[in-house]
């Protein structure tokens, strides 16, 4: 250890917190920042404002971004969370505590993980607030049993099992076409049927027990699926971790109120979070980036946007029969009727839900033309017209994406058979 810089402060020091070249110090009284660059100290505030004070509160200070604080003060009956910069300015806005947080003057007593800031009160409860809105998005009840009495940061985070993401990533096979529909049987057939002797009477031979279905880390021997937690809550009797809500359901809840663009911009900034040096990638999530880029390609697909929902797809890593089979006119006899693929199971329906292009193209025409135009958008010579172009539109993005994933295998292929299909 070697000393690169001697500060003069004379004020003495409680806590201390650094952010770039800006240091926050708690006082016996105030809070100050200070410029370790120019070596210049300036002070704040007070960080309790009562005129008798109460020798259980203490000061706080958490680093909430590059160059920022986050100050906490007591007013005698609750708490105050100012927001600073380095310099000394204020910022963002002020959270609001019902009381004083317990032992809030120690830092690990704040988790931040942006944009949420969260802090343990004395009611047994975890305030979590938008650093954004200031507004409060959750109240967390903490178990009486675990007796919590603060919270530890990480910004790698920590692992814990996840049931929702092992519900939607797990692979399923399903048919590459709908299923034609079956006419009814014979009235023959049914009473031929309807007096055929039940198995096992000693006229039949009893049907063979089904499958019984094994838990899918026994029979594949992969980790569970998990969802990384950034703050633990401890106490003499345990620890817990504050899950926050999956990118998954965050996605799901935007892509069912149609918000496909917001759902867009939600997943770059979390690839752009998962990108920082600090940040560890793991497996899961990667898979789970995928998932979600072929749900947004499928409601991209679905609003006729073909070139953004081929880029979703090839980030996604779809297999490329998921939109070969979509071109009747295109798939010769590459593809069978009677194949099956590997997808995600969160994504199951969306691949049965059509079997063409055009059946998407003209879906879309006849929600945003019937019946105001005549004589009918199959008729009709503009909707006609949008018609083919949507159509070659669709043909030109199939060609770019089967161009860009040529020879790579799609991320929820995982049988070597499978594999070879997706390469021919």
Known sequence: MVLVQDIPFTHGATRVKLSGPHLCIATATSYWIVNVDASEA??????????????????????????????????????????????????RGTLEYPGQPISISDETRLGVD?????????????EIHSMNTMAIVAVLQCPTTLQASFLSHSLSGYLAPSMERNSVLRPVM??????????????????????????????????????????????????????????????????????????????????????????????????????KPETARDEGFIRELHFIQQKIGFQLLFHTRFQE????????????????????????????????????????????????????????????????IEPSVEEATPTAELRRVLNVTAR??????????????????????EASKVKR
């Open 114 to 126: 942006y944009p949420y800031i969260a802090a343990l009160l004395p009611n047994n409860t975890i």
């Open 174 to 275: 399903v048919p590459l076409f709908r299923p034609t529909p079956t006419s009814p049987p014979s009235p023959m057939r049914r009473k031929r049927e309807s007096v055929a002797p039940p198995a096992g009477s000693g006229l039949t031979p009893p049907s063979s027990p089904g499958p019984v279905p094994s838990s899918s880390r026994s029979s594949t021997g992969k980790a569970i699926p998990t969802t990384r937690s950034r703050t633990l809550v401890s106490g003499p009797r345990g620890i817990h971790a504050l899950l926050p809500s999956t990118l998954v359901s965050q996605v799901d809840s935007l892509l069912e109120s149609a918000r496909i663009d917001d759902a867009i911009a939600l997943v770059e900034e979390a690839k752009a979070t998962a990108e």
């Open 42 to 91: 300036l002070e704040l505030m007070d960080w309790s404002q009562p005129p008798e004070p109460d020798p259980s509160v203490r000061p706080s200070i958490a680093v909430s971004d590059q160059n920022e604080f986050m100050l906490v003060v007591w007013t005698g009956t609750g708490s105050l969370g100012f927001f600073m910069s380095g310099s000394g300015d204020p910022v």
């Open 396 to 417: 030109d993005m199939l060609l770019s994406y089967l161009k860009k994933l040529q020879g790579r295998v799609p991320s929820c292929v995982e049988d070597g058979a």
């Open 309 to 372: 929902a081929g880029e979703h797809f090839l980030q996604g890593e779809a297999d490329p029969r998921l939109l070969i089979r979509l071109f009747p006119e295109l798939r010769g006899k590459m593809l069978s009727p009677s194949d099956e693929i590997s997808v995600f199971s969160g994504i199951a329906d969306d691949v049965q839900k059509v079997d063409s292009v055009d059946a998407i193209v003209m879906a879309n025409l006849v929600r945003n033309y019937h019946p105001h």
